[in-house]
Structure formats: C-alpha cells, structure tokens
C-alpha cells in the first residue's frame, strides 16, 4: 500500500511531496503559487491523469491547498490503472440555505467594496483642484485681432489691476509682460482672491505656515515688478466661488484704483483642462468690471481665444528670476519643470503671434 508524506517549507514556499510504493518513490515539488487557488484546483478533479507523477502532484496540491488530512487521500500504488485513479472532492456537501447565505455574504462584501472605492474616488474628485471640459468649448468666430490701445497701455502713469487666483499666478501667466509694464512706468495694483492655503494639496500640510510665506513670497514678487503690497482677500484656496462678497471685494478695489486696464484670468475660454480658482477668479473680475464701468478695457490671459499678443521674447530671463522668488512652489527639479511648461506655452503663443515667445491675452473693450 502507499505510504504518503505531504510537508510544507515556508523558506522556499513550496510544497514538497513524496509518494512512496513498493515499486519505487514518487517525489517532487509544487509552487507556492500553484497551491493558492483551491477553486481552480478542484476544478480539476475529473481531469484524467497520464501518469503516476502527474498523480502524486495533484495529491500534493489539492491535499495542501484544501488541508486534506493523509487519510482522506487514495490508497495507490504504481500498479494502479491510471483510470482508476480518482481523488475526492474534499469540498463539504452544503444545504441549499448555507449556499445561499455564503451568495449574500459575497454580495454584500462586493457592495461594501465597490462602495468604498467610489467613496474614495469621489472624494479625490471632489479635493483635487482641476476641471476638466470634456466637450471642449466652442470657441468665439469670427474672433479678430483687436489692440487694446497699446501705446496707452506701455505709457507711464497708466493705471492697471491685475486679479488673480494665487500668490504666484501672475509670474506664472503675464511674468513676461510685467517687466515690459515696469519698465514704461505703468502704476500696477494686485489683487490676490484667496490665501495660497494649499500649495501642492498634500493632505497634511501647515496651512498657516502657508498662508505665510506665500504672502511674502507674492510681496517680494510684487515688488520686483513695481507692483503696490498685493491685496490678499483671503478665500480658502481650491474652494473659491462665484459669491457676492468675492465680487464685492473685488469691485471695491477697482472703485477704489480706478484702473484704466483690468488683468484676469479668462473664465469663458479657459484652458480644457485648468484650476477651478483661475476660472472663479476670472468670473469673477469680468462681474466686476462690467458693473463698475471704470476700466476701458478688459485683458484676460490663460485662454483658448486670444486675440492679442505680447512679445516677450526679450523678457524670458526676467520671468524666470520673477518665477524663482516662489521657493515655496518652485525649487529644484520642480522649478525646472515649470519653466519648461511656461516656455513651451510662451512659443506656442509666440508662434501665434508672430513673434519667438508671447503671451496671449483675449481683450474685450468695456466702455
């Protein structure tokens, strides 16, 4: 009769068997990995065998994978006929209610599952800052080049507010206009709508700290363009919306400067894919400026429909140094990658403007 020895070794992960006869030993060993599937295995069962080894390897593996004890194994031996063979299926035989309380069990593990994956999902939707137009927006046609009184607006004395999002989207955007406004003497006020909070929006992060040194950041920045202290309205980051007391901060600066040019974000052809706080910041400074009836003309950049462009081909190293002074958002490789990104946006516009680098901005007159 057969002697059978099954033995696990958690070192090698394997399953060693021997099959000893009065013929002879039957020996080898199995994966791990080819243990760890009982349902496939037993799927097996009625598969007829082509020889003794293939035999003992599937006592191994379905005696192993289902803690079938030796005794519950067949007695072989290498005489036997491979069609006589046949191994028990050690499942237990289970009443129709056991089966159906195991079918909603699984049910409801599948439903605890997939729900907490959607919970999961829906709330890095909701946390993530970007929005993403599926169907991109129609675009203005025709939309003709327009020039919003140039020479106005490089003339010294000229009046302009620039209304933004973050502590740093003006050197991100109009980095290489700023030099070229300071330069011809214009008289720059800054309005910043929430606090920079965030930053990259890791979880764990010190928004007071934040709120700090992204306010000194953005005051050094400023200041390096001729820009007045900028006015932080102070909304969370991520979360800004188109409300009454968000336009209301920004009409009262406007009423306040009386610029002769306001420059923002462009919240009706933005980017597909952009930060919901550029859009909310560009709406609203376009609400703001069309009811106080101040500004002649409205400048909005970060858009899809530009009909007016800058050369700021002689301005690129500037907007570099104006972008570094952010050390909080910039630095090292992520420094380097964002001057990539700028770059390549200021050729594109540049290609569309006639020029090396550019910057496009979509100009409405106001009044």
Same mark, same amino acid.
Request: proline letters at 7%.
């Given at each position: 009769?057969?002697?059978?020895?099954?033995?696990?070794?958690?070192?090698?992960?394997?399953?060693?068997?021997?099959?000893?006869?009065?013929?002879?030993?039957?020996?080898?060993?199995?994966?791990?990995?080819?243990?760890?599937?009982?349902?496939?295995?037993?799927?097996?069962?009625?598969?007829?065998?082509?020889?003794?080894?293939?035999?003992?390897?599937?006592?191994?593996?379905?005696?192993?994978? &289902?803690?079938?004890?030796?005794?519950?194994?067949?007695?072989?031996?290498?005489?036997?006929?491979?069609?006589?063979?046949?191994?028990? !299926?050690?499942?237990?035989?289970?009443?129709?209610?056991?089966?159906?309380?195991?079918?909603?069990?699984?049910?409801? #593990?599948?439903?605890?599952?997939?729900?907490?994956?959607?919970?999961?999902?829906?709330?890095?939707?909701?946390?993530?800052?970007?929005?993403?137009?599926?169907?991109?927006?129609?675009?203005?046609?025709?939309?003709?080049?327009?020039?919003?009184?140039? #020479?106005?607006?490089?003339? #010294?004395?000229?009046?302009?507010?620039?209304?933004?999002?973050?502590?740093?989207?003006?050197?991100?955007?109009?980095?290489?206009?700023?030099?070229?406004?300071?330069?011809?003497?214009?008289?720059?006020?800054?309005?910043?709508?929430?606090?920079? !909070?965030?930053?990259?929006?890791?979880?764990?992060?010190?928004?007071?700290?934040?709120?700090?040194?992204?306010?000194?950041?953005?005051?050094?920045?400023?200041?390096?363009?001729?820009?007045?202290?900028?006015?932080?309205?102070?909304?969370?980051?991520?979360?800004?919306?188109?409300?009454?007391?968000?336009?209301?901060?920004?009409?009262?600066?406007?009423?306040?400067?009386?610029?002769?040019?306001?420059?923002?974000?462009?919240?009706?052809?933005?980017?597909?894919?952009?930060?919901? !706080?550029?859009?909310?910041?560009?709406?609203?400074?376009?609400?703001?400026?069309?009811?106080?009836?101040?500004?002649?003309?409205?400048?909005?950049?970060?858009?899809?429909?530009?009909?007016?462009?800058?050369?700021?081909?002689?301005?690129?190293?500037?907007?570099?140094?104006?972008?570094?002074?952010?050390?909080?958002?910039?630095?090292?490789?992520?420094?380097?990658?964002?001057?990539?990104?700028?770059?390549?946006?200021?050729?594109?516009?540049?290609?569309?403007?006639?020029?090396?680098?550019?910057?496009?901005?979509? &100009?409405?007159?106001?009044?």
């Amino acid at each position: 009769m057969v002697r059978r020895l099954l033995a696990k070794s958690s070192r090698s992960r394997q399953t060693s068997f021997g099959i000893g006869t009065e013929s002879g030993k039957l020996s080898g060993s199995v994966p791990f990995f080819a243990r760890s599937n009982p349902t496939r295995l037993l799927a097996s069962l009625n598969q007829p065998f082509h020889s003794h080894q293939q035999f003992a390897i599937r006592v191994c593996r379905i005696g192993t994978t &289902c803690e079938m004890k030796p005794r519950e194994l067949p007695d072989v031996d290498s005489e036997t006929p491979l069609s006589e063979i046949k191994i028990p !299926d050690p499942r237990p035989e289970l009443s129709p209610e056991d089966v159906s309380r195991r079918r909603k069990i699984a049910i409801r #593990k599948r439903i605890k599952g997939y729900g907490t994956l959607l919970a999961i999902l829906y709330v890095g939707i909701w946390y993530q800052p970007y929005e993403f137009d599926i169907i991109p927006r129609k675009l203005p046609n025709p939309n003709p080049r327009i020039d919003p009184d140039s #020479k106005t607006l490089f003339s #010294k004395g000229t009046k302009i507010l620039i209304v933004t999002a973050h502590p740093d989207d003006s050197e991100f955007f109009i980095g290489g206009l700023l030099p070229q406004l300071k330069k011809s003497g214009a008289e720059m006020h800054q309005v910043i709508c929430t606090d920079g !909070d965030k930053g990259y929006y890791w979880i764990f992060t010190n928004a007071d700290e934040n709120r700090r040194v992204r306010r000194e950041e953005a005051t050094n920045a400023a200041a390096a363009s001729n820009i007045q202290p900028p006015i932080l309205l102070g909304y969370p980051d991520r979360f800004l919306h188109v409300k009454s007391d968000v336009i209301a901060g920004v009409t009262r600066e406007i009423e306040s400067f009386r610029p002769d040019y306001i420059l923002a974000f462009d919240g009706d052809y933005p980017p597909r894919a952009s930060h919901q !706080d550029h859009r909310r910041s560009g709406d609203v400074a376009k609400i703001a400026a069309e009811r106080t009836h101040i500004a002649k003309w409205l400048m909005l950049f970060s858009t899809n429909a530009p009909n007016y462009f800058v050369d700021i081909s002689n301005n690129w190293e500037d907007q570099k140094k104006l972008l570094a002074i952010h050390k909080s958002q910039f630095y090292g490789k992520k420094l380097e990658g964002v001057e990539n990104m700028v770059g390549y946006n200021a050729e594109k516009d540049g290609e569309r403007g006639g020029f090396d680098m550019g910057e496009g901005f979509r &100009c409405i007159k106001l009044r």
